[in-house]
């Protein structure tokens, strides 16, 4: 079956410009993950979405970080101004549920890079 | 503040040699461990996961892991390494209620023929 879908697979940017990071769950999951992975490190929880309760932005690492999940479903990931050290692997995830009885489902990501 | 230490970056083995990859927790209560694994061009891929009771958990593709309270440890653990099995590998740790996960920094395994 179709797991979860993120979009652009690579996107390079000029420091200072807005990029939007695209995430497609699996269909049916309520809860959506959004992940960051810098080169050599693991990754870092950025924010996490549950039905329609109020995100968890507590991993956020500044003002210039946002993410919105629209219907449920899709879930889209705004970085403004861009930075060098927002280069990175971004990560998103699905479960079907909360808790840690659902896991974790990853996409492959989207590598950004800010020259 | 929970954290999780991958004191090995890299690893390297030969086919058939069997394996351990140690990650060490830092957590106040009864952790919920986790380990992943990401190969080239792929997501991450869940390989076991503890939550309580038996230390000794099996995971798919061989693996298991033993949780060792007295040691903080959680080490992932494989008999006889396929080449098919070189990728990273990453330890986490969660001790909130839902998938906020602590990950370690990795471990990236080559498998030698």
């Known amino acids: 079956g179709a797991g979860v879908s993120q979009s652009p697979s690579n996107k390079v940017t000029e420091k200072g410009k807005d990029v939007e990071l695209r995430c497609d769950p699996i269909?049916?999951?309520?809860?959506l993950y959004w992940y960051r992975q810098r080169l050599g490190q693991g990754l870092e929880f950025l924010i996490y979405f549950q039905g329609n309760s109020a995100p968890d932005k507590s991993g956020l690492p500044s003002d210039r970080f946002s993410a919105e999940r629209t219907g449920g479903s899709v879930s889209t990931l705004t970085i403004q101004r861009t930075q060098q050290e927002d280069s990175a692997v971004y990560l998103c995830a699905s479960s079907l549920g909360a808790g840690f009885n659902s896991p974790l489902h990853f996409g492959n990501g989207t590598r950004l890079t800010v020259t | 503040a929970q954290s999780v230490t991958q004191p090995d970056i890299h690893i390297t083995v030969s086919e058939g040699a069997s394996l351990e990859l140690r990650c060490n927790y830092s957590y106040g209560a009864t952790p919920y461990l986790f380990w992943y694994v990401q190969s080239p061009g792929q997501g991450l891929q869940l390989l076991l996961k503890?939550?309580?009771?038996?230390?000794l958990v099996q995971g798919i593709k061989g693996f298991e892991a033993e949780f060792k309270r007295s040691q903080s440890s959680f080490n992932l653990r494989k008999p006889s390494v396929h080449w098919s099995d070189a990728a990273e590998y990453f330890c986490a740790v969660g001790g909130t209620s839902y998938g906020k996960l602590t990950f370690g920094q990795g471990t990236i395994l080559t498998v030698h023929p």
């Open positions: 269909s049916g999951h309520t809860a």
């Open positions: 503890y939550f309580s009771g038996d230390t």
